[in-house]
């Protein structure tokens, strides 16, 4: 337990892959064991970050050249990295985060875009404050649109042009996430299988399609063997 005092974990991973849930449940029983746990979810998370978030939702995305959408997410996690991660860890806190770096690797990489030029973006964002360990939990496609009320048919039906990472959000209007074709999905879902290859800091995968508490302990266990 003491290994996980002042680390920050993320959660990611393809639509409807239950990070939120995973990191709540970690949350809970980090905390019953003792440790001061911060929670934080990317975009937004701070005042400045939630106004992007504000901008990434209500803009058409359509409309957004790609290079300006990577620094919107960019400058939400430079905020969300200064004004609440590194005071947390120097504090000894440990930071549990819904998506970081790893989501704009995968969804603007699976779009076709250079995903060394994001990592070296998110070098500028974020400095050294990158996770100790990130878990990609992993749905396929059709089981990640099923628990999110979608059906795989309806992807890219009415689709604009590439919507960008608006399926990044829980909130954004259900005809703006379907505006990707399933296709989309499932290069998202081989790009963040592949997210060791090359991202800088460790990654682990978690097959995510059982019962929520199948794969919290299947998380737990993880923790039990890598080294933070």
């Known amino acids: ?10 959660f990611d991973g393809p639509d409807g892959c239950g990070k939120g849930t995973q990191r709540e449940k970690l949350g809970q029983r980090l905390t019953a ?17 939630d106004r992007i978030r504000h901008v990434l939702l209500d803009y058409d995305l359509s409309e957004m050249d790609v290079r300006c959408e990577t620094f919107l997410f960019m400058a939400s996690r430079a905020q969300l990295a200064g004004e ?14 819904d998506r970081f ?10 779009a076709g875009y250079d995903i060394p030029r994001i990592l070296e973006v998110a070098r500028y964002a974020i400095g050294d404050t990158w996770p100790n360990l990130t878990f990609v939990l992993d749905v396929d496609v059709e089981t990640g649109f099923q628990r999110m009320g ?14 960008g990472q608006k399926g990044l ?9 379907e505006a990707r074709p399933l296709e989309f999905h499932r290069r998202v879902r081989q790009t963040f299988l ?8 460790p990654v682990m995968t978690i097959d995510a399609r059982g019962p929520a508490d199948e794969v919290h302990e299947a998380i737990w266990e993880a923790l039990q063997r890598v080294d933070l």
Do not use: N, W
Request: with cysteine; glycine share 10%; net charge positive.
């Open 101 to 110: 770096i790893s989501a704009t690797c995968a969804y603007q990489g699976a």
């Open 194 to 201: 592949r997210l060791g290859e090359f991202y800088p800091r």
């Open 84 to 97: 609440i991660i590194e005071p947390a860890l120097a504090a000894g806190k440990t930071v549990l985060c």
């Open 33 to 49: 064991a003792g440790l001061d746990v911060v929670h934080c979810k990317d975009p937004g998370g701070t005042t400045i970050g």
């Open 150 to 163: 979608r059906k795989p048919h309806h992807a890219g039906k009415h689709r604009r042009k590439h919507a």
């Open 1 to 10: 337990m003491e290994q996980l005092r002042g680390k920050f974990i993320v």
């Open 169 to 177: 959000f829980d909130d954004a209007h259900a005809d703006a996430m």
